[in-house]
């Protein structure tokens, strides 16, 4: 079947006619669609109808586009098994994690519908008599959002549904791994009664179709959530535009685990945070920082829980991990491995492909845990999006924080202690957007900021209060009703006569 495209209020073949194959990762004999491999043209179109449903959309009150949002989340909430079933088959985490993606997306909606009524601006005193002054917000115009495949729903929800409440127009180019759950998305906005030129849908090739919309000068508003290395390329063209910039990119989350650790909890955390979606979260577990006093008992405990969990399709009951999202990760996960090895770390768990039977036809990697690794190797260093767990061994809570700081990433860490001393001094002195304590590296909830520093991002934060800021402009009002003028900072500090 040929899925469509959205643009200008309807769905459309691409122009050029050209198409791409969407695979289920964990049978690629399994073709879900064929999708549009649109080009520039197809953006100029969604640009110029998207700059047209700005105009209808900036002049309906915020709680009636709220009002949008909620009928938005209660068709999610009647759809969850149905969407997380076909994301599952085209992304391939299991079930479980599939209905967590668009619980997430529902909770989005809920929270835009609500903040509808809100936009807080300011009102505060003028220094002068008969003067009012006040901050309010107004919407920017087009915004182009481009998001990755491992969050097909949350991802793009996160970011649409704040700059839809906002007031914007939008552009969405998923992921080309995921566009069917992008196109479930759009058909739920549109049913909810969003205006159709409001939202515009353009599926294709990062390069193309994603470059083009960052290219455009009529997109003055991006939002990335990608690898580091095409955020980067994002964000030399915004810069050279002055475009506003959102960029959520790669991470090299840690677990600490200390001596005074509940190990059991522990263990559960790094099973979960390491090999949940494959790996393939921006907040994966993909070190884990252990002090000396409990390091072999617990990598005895993780290497036998580890091996086994059982591998397959996402949709059959009692699988724990699915596949990679294709071959060319898979790949990369074979070559960190050997890298681990070649830099003096030992594979005790893992490290091959996963195959026999059902699994030779999908991209699957065995859970896989290096032991030995220094802070320093590749593996502890970089960002790999797989099945892989480099455990690093530590004499203390310092030198494990020291470690954790020690990448160029910084969004996620967890560390595992009983002692609330160290607890609070984790929060306080780890480089990163988000820490847990007793919890694993992943699990953000919606209400809250979600985003990291150093090459994780560029200081923005999605989710929770903060994502709203970055869809509005703040605008100042000062209202005079004196029928005088007055000088700010002149008349209400007359000179002092000199002494
Ligand atoms: P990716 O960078 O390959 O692709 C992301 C999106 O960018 C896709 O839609 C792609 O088509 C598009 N794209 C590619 N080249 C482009 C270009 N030149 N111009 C404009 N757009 C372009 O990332 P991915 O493999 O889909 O996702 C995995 C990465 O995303 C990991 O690095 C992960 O850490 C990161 N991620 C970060 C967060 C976060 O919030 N920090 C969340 C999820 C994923």
Redesign the pocket.
Known sequence: MNFRNHIAGTWVAPRAGKYFDNVNPADTTDIIGRFPASDGDDVEAAVASAQRGFELWKRTPAPARGDVLRRVGDLMLARKEEIANLMTREMGKPLAETRGDVQEGIDTAYYAATEGRRLFGHTVPSELRDKWAMSFRRPIGVVGL??????PMA?PTWKLFPALVCGNAAIL?????VPHTATVLVEILLEAGLPAEVIQLVHG???VV??AI?DHPGVPVIS???????GS??GATCGRMHKRLSL????KNAQVVLDDADLDLALEGVLWGAFGTTGQ??TATSRLIVQRGVHDRFVAMLEAKAGALRLGDGRQPGTDVGPLIHAASRDKVERYVGIAREQGGEVVTGGRRATGGALDRGFFFQPTIVTGVQAGHRVAVE?I?GPVLSVIRVDTADEAFRINNGVPYG?SSSVYTRDVNLAFRALNELDNGITYINAPTIGAEAHLP???VKQ??NGHR?GGWEVYEFYSETKVGYVDFSGRLQRAQIDNYPAQAAS
């Not at 959520?248 to 991470?251: A, D, I, K, L, R």
């Open positions: 481009i998001t990755p495949f491992n969050f991802i180019k998923p992921a080309e791994d090739h990062g390069e994603g470059k960052v990335f959530t990608g690898s580091t290395e095409t390329i994002v959520e990119m790669g991470g979260r921006c960002e999006f969004l979600f985003g990291g994780t991002g999605e």
